[in-house]
């Protein structure tokens, strides 16, 4: 039996995420986040929510090439924190 390595994708716990440009910082409702796109699937961001009570965040993807505002970035970030049960800090079931 060959160990040698296959070609292919990397196990999902074994990638590592590239960005392309500056993270972009937001303060949503007292609320810290950085927010950087994806390098290698536009349209994808990541948000993490640098004053949460957990290393936290969540993501968000639209079409290939779509681009956020930082406008729509606040929003995104304020629906999130809408969702946070304050008892936890984490999304509510």
Do not use: C, K, N
Not at 33 to 55: I, M, N, Q, S
């Amino acid at each position: 039996m060959s160990t040698a390595p296959e070609p292919g994708l990397a196990p999902e716990h074994l990638r590592t995420i590239r960005y392309q440009g500056e993270p972009v910082r937001l303060v949503v409702d007292g609320h810290e986040f950085r927010v950087r796109a994806r390098a290698e699937e536009p349209g994808t961001y990541d948000f993490d929510w640098l004053t949460g009570p957990h290393d936290y965040g969540f993501g968000l993807s639209g079409a290939a090439g779509f681009t956020m505002s930082p406008a729509e970035m606040t929003e995104a970030a304020r629906d999130f924190l809408a969702q946070i049960d304050p008892a936890t800090g984490y999304l509510a079931e």
